[in-house]
């Protein structure tokens, strides 16, 4: 059996990257739909968020190879989806909760986690460049 090499490990973290991307979607379309958020909610942000920091930080001390950019691109839409749905969550969060102490551990959670998308995503496009020329996903300015 051979050691997995650069690229094995490359291919891994970036689906690693897409898969946690995917669950938070999950996540936060769930908190969405949830009528009064507790703090329960906030652990679980903070918790996405630790996982997502966790995942950048592996990107981070990956080599550069070169990969197929397809993985790479299905990474990045996941991400892209969830930092659009953290938008439109910033946005409801005031309006979920009665308690002002939740509100501020729900808006520091999704917080946390566009923070650590964006750097995820960032990772994605500096250090794993497109194979098709360029044309990696950029985030669109906020409206």
Do not use: C, Y
Not at 96 to 115: C, F, K, N, W
């Amino acid at each position: 059996m051979r050691e997995p090499g650069p690229t094995d490990r490359t291919a891994g973290a970036v689906e690693r990257a897409r898969q946690a991307a995917m669950a938070h979607f999950q996540l936060l379309v769930m908190l969405e739909v949830v009528r009064e958020w507790t703090r329960a909610d906030a652990v679980d942000l903070a918790e996405a968020a630790e996982q997502t920091e966790a995942i950048t930080m592996g990107l981070q001390r990956l080599p550069s190879p070169q990969i197929a950019a397809e993985p790479r691109m299905r990474a990045q839409e996941q991400i892209l989806l969830v930092l659009r749905k953290l938008d439109r969550l910033t946005q409801l969060a005031p309006l979920q909760s009665r308690d002002p102490a939740v509100v501020g551990a729900i808006l520091e959670g999704l917080r946390r986690l566009r923070v650590a998308n964006e750097t995820a995503q960032q990772m994605l496009e500096r250090s794993l460049p497109p194979a098709d020329g360029g044309s990696a996903l950029r985030m669109p300015p906020p409206a």
